[in-house]
Each structure stands twice: as C-alpha cells, then as structure tokens.
C-alpha cells in the first residue's frame, strides 16, 4: 500500500493553467498507450476511439455558489453552497471571524437573508427565503477552484460549463468534459462513437488534499450521483458488443464505479465515498479520458490505480517536461484501464 508522500510531485506554479485556450478542443493530449506516451492534440480523439465505443459524459451544471455577505452583527462573511437539500435548503461552507449559531440571519450579495440551520458535520445547514437556484443563479458567483488566482468574469461562466451541462448541482466543473466543443461532438457522432450520460453533483471536497500519511486513515468525501436505465442499458449494449466504455472524467468514472460494486451497472441515484486506490479492480470503466491533477489527491490515487502507479509517475514527469498545461484548464490524458498495469514506461 502506498502512503500520501508517494503522489507528491513538484510542478512548476506557471504550469497551472490560469485561463482556459480560446478554443475548447485546442488542448494536447497525453496518450498513454501500452509502455508509450505519446503527445498529440485533444482533436485526435476521433482516431483514438472506435466505432462502437461509448463515451460517458457527467452532464451536471456548476452553480454560481459563492456568496459574499453579512451578518447581523456586521461581521463578513464569504458562503460557498456545497449541496442543494431542497428547493429551499442547501448545505455550505461559511467562513467568518465568529461562527454563526443557529437561528442567526445573514444576508448575502446585498439581495436576500437565510437563516443558519444545524450544522452537519463541516458544514451548515442556511435556508433560503425563495428558490434556492434562482436565487442562486441570480446573486452567486461562479466558484472557481482556488488555484485560479482571477475572478470568474463572464467568459469563465461559459468556459468553466461543459457544452452539455443540464443539471445544476455541482460547485467544480466536470474538467475533463471541457475539452470538447459541439464540433468535436459531431465528428466523434459521425466516427460511430456513442454518448451516454451520468450526474454526479462535483463537492468543494475534489480539491481538499489528503492530510493522513497512512491512506487507510482518509475519510473520503461524498458526492451525490444519479445513473438512468438509459446510461446501464447503453453500457450493456456496448460491452456485449465488445466496445469500449470511456469515461469522461474521474467523476462519471467514481460514478459508474459506485453504481457498479455489485459487479453489475445498477441504475439510481446515492451518496458515494468510494476511494479508489491501487489495487481497486474496475468493473465497468475500460478508458478514461482525465486532466492532470494535483499532488497529494484522491484523484491521482484513482488514476494510478486505473493504469499503474508507475505509469502515472512516469507520464506526470513526461507533461512536466513537456510544458503541458495543469489542473482545470489545463491538458488532458487518454488513458487504458491496466488491471496489473504497474510497470514503468518510456519517456
């Protein structure tokens, strides 16, 4: 079992990619192919893949959900809306001098009040006078991850959604889907690769490094996901006809993968904590299509658990050296699942 201190790596600070490309599919892309690594443009996607494969895309919608606002006392405070309960309640992270009890008031974006409910665990319950997605829409702020040192502005509002959000929920976008552009989309239609959708709601916990040295002490954090009778029946259809299921993204992948621990894809919709790490068997996710993520994270566990530990190492060192862009708008990697995939490879 590896420990936190062998998914730590030096990457140079402008390697961070700060704003995204002028055009989504105008990404490199890291083919990691058997013991290759091999540089090519995101556009290559349509000969990477075969007809026959299935695509499967997070359609969820990030929401405008960081608040600035004020309590009572006149203490500031700065909300980020975690999770939608209801049309009224949400879930957040409140930052202020002081925590606030329940029953205080505070009023955000200057526009309405909530009222502090109970809190669960780290977070606090805040009821919303009205909707809380229009509310949301309305007077939030799109939250982007805090390696991005601007603030959204309106062109961040359409580039930080993938082209096919529908479903809003979400606090990070689904980076990997950013990649692809309506263009792209028809191409791949066009080649005989099929789409598929999952939702998996991205928590504020996707950038939240792992503290315990020992990974087995991590407590892994939720998110909300929701698979149709459409998505199982697609990748049904697709493994019986020998294609391939790819994943776009770790959180359509921790999606299929929650949903497929019986060892069979089930449809509907829970909670997930599945911390995946080396030695993980995947049940139903063949490829995955991801970006680059940061040191010390449960998403660099998951991907060197999906195609070896020393695979990853080596492709990571590879992306360095060769200037590629990190993190949300950053460069992608074409992966193949490697069930004993440990080996190193060639750079």
């Known amino acids: 079992m590896h420990s936190l201190s062998d998914y730590d790596f030096t990457l140079p600070s402008e390697l961070i990619a700060q704003l995204p490309l002028s055009e989504r599919s105008a990404s490199r892309l890291l083919h990691v192919d058997g013991d290759q690594l091999i540089d090519r443009q995101f556009t290559d996607m349509v000969e990477l893949l075969s007809p026959g494969d299935l695509l499967v895309f997070n359609d969820t919608r990030v929401l405008k959900a960081r608040f600035f606002g004020v309590k009572a006392t006149g203490g500031k405070v700065e909300v980020l809306v975690e999770r939608v309960i209801d049309n009224r309640t949400v879930h957040a992270q409140v930052r202020a001098s002081k925590s606030p009890p329940a029953g205080a008031r505070i009023c955000l974006a200057e526009a309405f009040d909530v009222i502090v409910g109970e809190r669960v665990g780290e977070f606090y319950t805040l009821i919303f006078p009205a909707d809380v997605f229009e509310l949301i829409e309305a007077h939030g702020r799109l939250p982007l991850p805090p390696y991005i040192a601007h603030t959204a502005d309106a062109f961040d509002e ?31 239609r066009q080649k005989g690769v099929s789409f598929a959708y999952v939702t998996l709601h991205v928590g504020a916990g996707t950038f939240q490094p792992v503290r315990t040295e020992n990974l087995a002490e991590h407590k892994m954090h939720t998110e909300w996901y929701t698979i149709t009778p459409e998505t199982v ?33 089930q449809a509907g919709g829970a909670d997930t904590a599945l911390f995946i790490t080396p030695g993980y068997a995947f049940k139903t996710v063949d490829r995955l299509i991801t970006n680059f993520h940061l040191p010390k994270s449960t ?11 020393n695979v990853i190492k080596a492709a990571y060192a590879h ?11 950053g460069d992608a990697m074409l992966l193949t699942y490697r069930p004993n995939g440990d080996e190193t490879v060639e750079n």
């Open 299 to 309: 998403l660099l566990m998951l991907v060197s658990a999906f195609t070896g530990y």
């Open 233 to 265: 029946n697609a990748v049904g259809a697709t493994k019986a006809a020998g294609g391939n299921v790819v994943a776009v993204g770790t959180t359509s992948l921790r999606a299929l993968e929650s949903a497929s621990q019986s060892g069979v894809l």
């Open 158 to 188: 359409t580039r930080y959604q993938t082209v096919y959000a529908r479903e809003p929920g979400a606090v990070a976008a689904p980076t990997a889907g950013l990649h692809f552009d309506l263009a792209l989309l028809e191409r791949l």
């Open 319 to 329: 992306a360095i050296a060769r200037q590629y862009r990190f993190f949300s708008y």
